[in-house]
């Protein structure tokens, strides 16, 4: 166990104040129409990501508790909505991606190649701004490929 040396002199005090701050501004964020545009493109992106892969974990095959498994994290806009980014994955495969990336990234590279996963970070580390009319254009564009999809 590390030993922290006690100092008198210098003390660190939480700040709540920012935190509460931030957990309202979280909760405003969170019923903004922007927030409702990315939970919508959320939702119908792993709708289209699923069924183009024929509603199977693309690791084990299985079909149940199905999710869109991102191959680089979510939290970069510009490959949150790539579909090469996106494939679908068991709950369990999706979960176990953020601890032990390699098995996902593994078959990732077998199946599109090494220059696929260079080409798809490139795009993971570039940043990109969508507008919310560019959000809605997506949302209707993979409604309408689900609906053709259905058909
Ligand atoms: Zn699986």
Redesign the pocket.
Known sequence: MPYYRPNSTFKVKPNYHGLRRSRARMKAHSNSERAKLIRELDRVFSLFIRERDGQR??????SEELTCGHIYSRRNHSTRWDEENCHA??????ASHSINPHPYVNWFVEKFGYEALEKLHQRFLSIVRFSNEDLREMISGYRLRLRKKAA
């Open positions: 974990c693309v690791q084990c095959q299985s994955q068991c709950w369990n495969h999706n």
